[in-house]
């Protein structure tokens, strides 16, 4: 008894002190993953970016109408300010549409929509097309604007390219890229009724 209090040996202490090591490394733990969690959430963009709008027009044809999903690349985009992705092109309806992933705080104040001019500009030969915004629908999610666009009019059996535009009120170039080649893959697909929105 007189040793461990010449050394200063408390097996109580020690304990204790060893229970709040575990507990606090456990605390880390959990804390790690729920963050991990989070972040694999936010990522994922549950479903608003996907569903293919359609106008009167187009409501008319479908579903039932034939639908292409075109696969462009999106590895080249660095800016980081917006994303397109989940492209279609609705063959009977001639409307290419696709989602803007737009980073909420790069958005111009007070904007509906993006804020930006949308436009897709298309190459045919020697001829070049401007489509201009037909329709569109507006969803935030996790600090991000999901905006799907649609374009009516657009043919693409004949385009060399199709790019998509975002604009500034200045004139400035706030994204362009190319979201259509004969060289990108394309494939008719089959959505359910559920993917389809009318608007």
Same mark, same amino acid.
């Given at each position: 008894?007189?040793?461990?209090? =010449? #050394?200063?040996? &408390?097996?109580?202490?020690?304990? +204790?002190?060893?229970? *709040? ?7 880390? !733990? ?57 492209? =279609? #092109?609705?063959? &009977?309806?001639?409307?290419?549409? +696709?989602?803007?992933? *737009? ?7 007070? !904007? ?71 060289? *990108? ?15």
């Amino acid at each position: 008894m007189e040793d461990e209090e =010449v #050394y200063g040996y &408390d097996p109580e202490k020690k304990s +204790l002190a060893s229970r *709040i090591f575990k507990y606090s490394m456990y605390g880390v !733990s959990l804390l790690v993953y729920v963050l991990l969690l989070i972040r694999i959430i936010a990522a994922c963009d549950g479903g608003v970016a996907s569903k293919i709008i359609l106008n009167e027009k187009a409501a008319a044809l479908y579903p039932g109408g034939e639908v292409i999903r075109v696969d462009f690349p999106t590895d080249e985009i660095t800016d980081g300010a917006a994303f397109p992705q989940n492209a =279609v #092109y609705l063959k &009977d309806a001639k409307v290419f549409q +696709l989602t803007l992933k *737009i980073r909420t705080k790069l958005l111009p104040p007070s !904007s509906e929509g993006c804020g930006y001019r949308v436009e897709l500009k298309g190459l045919y030969g020697e001829e070049e097309r401007v489509f201009p915004l037909s329709d569109h629908t507006v969803r935030d999610r996790f600090g991000y604007r999901y905006l799907r666009v649609s374009f009516n009019g657009v043919e693409l059996e004949g385009a060399d390219e199709l790019v998509i535009r975002l604009v500034t009120a200045e004139g400035k170039t706030a994204l362009s890229h190319q979201v259509y080649t004969p060289e *990108i893959y394309c494939k008719s697909i089959t959505p359910d009724p559920d993917d389809f929105e009318r608007i």
